[in-house]
């Protein structure tokens, strides 16, 4: 999909669709206003007869009968204009790219939302809205129509923040690309080899540490959880340097779990394929690696993927195990499927021992967080109060929202065991269990500055949203790039 920006008057576009954004119960815009007097109060008329109100994501399509340069006048719903936030601009875009799909059009223009957001900002959801609604998986699906290209304006744009928006949503895209992969292609060795295209791609510096090398690093955490099967696990470390030389790196830490049947602690077999996201940290990784490097961001930045797939075998990992991981902790074992935590603590071991600005962890960690927060917000919690505003800000701004939650010596007492230095599992009963696990993540990050995003409601969704197909969303790609940028 093209996406560019065009200086036309929304009178004289040339388009086979012109989209417009509608607030309910505010009318319509001066814009809209000269539209509608061209086509006899046409759009007018509609309202009042309530056959378009402007509800949230509502459409409604007017032929304009030669009348006009665009064929059609599209209309999308934005809800109320006082509960407006800039998030509604992508699903007003995500609206009119579903629409021009549905008529098979080949060139839709969008005209800006009336708001108190800078063009800048719009010009930039926009894009990303756009180029958001376009993705479909389709890697495995037989074709027998040629896509159809669809050309995208947006009038009166800014060329810049609108480039930056598809780099953005292209970048997301890439990450639910990886995400939506069968496990059998999506292994620990598929997402190594991918590391090492983009390094050679954007000229990152990658290595990745395969079983011998994690076993002389004494990384027996990521080693105990891959074990049971026979792909292998891996430790992937992409660098990019962006920022002055001295300046300290932000590090990015990614679970990596290419298929999780929950180890000997096995899974139901409910919604097992959807197992294959668990991956989505480090999917993440990679997407927001591709946005700093392609944007020429001025910072360091580290991004660690710890990967691996739990399977049960006879080599596997044992509930009543105790790890001795890469900064020496302990953990005692009580369920194999509280793997992501295991995995994590040699990567945060390791990444400890840099001198960071910041350590950030993206994970599908808990399914707690999923009763929590649902699907709107992933969970936040951290040591760095400044870094979590900033990173809070961060998503309200992309829409890729976060929720602080309370990291109280509680939930730290909860993970402590009596036979090792800590237990992955806080409560049999699953009591507070998104926070008990950021409390274990916590024993491994040492006195560096941390935040932990737990993505598990929110990196896939078995329903379609405005600007989102089923699938991987790359939740965490947005607001982490976002917060890069503030920092």
Partial sequence: ?????????????????????????????????????????????????????????????????????????????MGKKETFELDHVRKYAGASICSAKVMKAKSLAISMPSCKEKVSDVSHALAEGCVLADYVFDDYVTKEETPNNLAVSILSGDKKSIDYGVLVAESINYTRKLQNF???????????????RMGKELKLNVSVLGKKELEKKGMNGILAVGKGSVNGPRLIQLEYNGGKKGDKPIILVG??????????????????????????????????????????????????????????????????????????KTIEVLNTDAEGRVVLSDALGYAAEMKSE??????????????????????????????????????????DKVWQMPLHEDYREMVKSKIADVKNIGSAKGEAGSLTGAAFLEAFVGNSKWIHLDIAGTAWTTEPKPYFGLGGTGAGVHVIAEFLRTL
Avoid: W
Wanted: hydrophobic share 40%; proline share 3%; aromatic share 6%.
């Fill in 1 to 77: 999909m093209k996406v560019n920006v065009s200086s036309e008057g929304s009178d004289r576009v040339k388009a086979d669709i012109l989209a417009f954004a509608v607030y309910e119960g505010s009318g319509i815009s001066k814009d809209l206003q000269k539209i509608d007097s061209s086509l006899g109060s046409a759009i007018s008329k509609a309202i009042k007869l309530k056959r378009f109100s402007g509800k949230h994501g509502e459409t409604y399509m007017l032929q304009t009968y030669g009348k006009l340069s665009a064929e059609c006048i599209l209309l999308v719903g």
């Fill in 182 to 196: 069968p496990p059998a292609v999506a292994t620990p060795a598929y997402l190594a080899s991918e590391a090492q």
């Fill in 255 to 328: 679970k990596g779990i290419t298929f999780d049947t929950g180890g000997i602690s096995i899974k139901p077999s409910r919604a097992l394929d959807e197992m294959k996201f668990d991956m989505s940290g480090a999917a993440a990784v990679l997407g927001i690696m591709r946005i700093a490097a392609k944007s020429a961001l001025k910072k360091n930045i580290i991004g660690l993927m710890a990967c691996a797939e739990n399977r049960p075998s006879a080599s596997a990992y044992l509930p009543g195990d105790i790890i001795k991981t890469y900064n020496k």
């Fill in 358 to 399: 910041i350590i950030v962890d993206i994970a599908t960690l808990t399914g707690a967080v999923v009763v929590a927060l649902g699907s709107t917000y992933s969970g936040m919690v951290g040591n760095s109060q400044r870094h979590m505003d900033l990173m809070r800000k961060a998503g309200e701004k992309t829409g």
